[in-house]
Nanobody, 119 residues
Framework: QVQLVESGGGLVQAGGSLRISCAASGSISSINVMDWYRQAPGKQRELVAAITRGGTENYADSVKGRFTISKDNTKNTVYLQMNSLKPEDTAVYYC?????????????WGQGTQVTVSS
């Protein structure tokens, strides 16, 4: 079993910055990918940014140049630094990991953290 604990969400004015984090714990043998999704009211959940085991980063076009994903392998923690925030970035942000545990790859989700950007 894997537990994901997210933190760092909140309310910020447009143009401001926030950093959210997600710490994974449990009997993890290996982490394949760690990523962040978001879901705004009335919209589908969308991938925001991903980082692979090797450190390759991928971003949604809407956040390129503003958001940066990073990870600390020693802490099994992934971060999302969000700069130049816009009201349209308002959403619940979910951490997702694909990990090798108990002999197989599994997907786990965090509980979500609210990010609200005021205009």
């Amino acid at each position: 079993q894997v537990q994901l604990v997210e933190s760092g969400g909140g309310l910020v004015q447009a143009g401001g910055s926030l950093r959210i984090s997600c710490a994974a714990s449990g009997s993890i043998s290996s982490i394949n990918v760690m990523d962040w999704y978001r879901q705004a009211p009335g919209k589908q959940r969308e991938l925001v940014a991903a980082i692979t085991r090797g450190g390759t980063e991928n971003y949604a076009d809407s956040v390129k140049g503003r958001f940066t994903i990073s990870k600390d392998n020693t802490k099994n923690t992934v971060y999302l630094q969000m700069n130049s925030l816009k009201p349209e970035d308002t959403a619940v942000y979910y951490c997702h990991v694909n990990v090798y545990i108990a002999g197989m790859w599994n997907n786990y989700w965090g509980q979500g953290t609210q990010v609200t950007v005021s205009s």
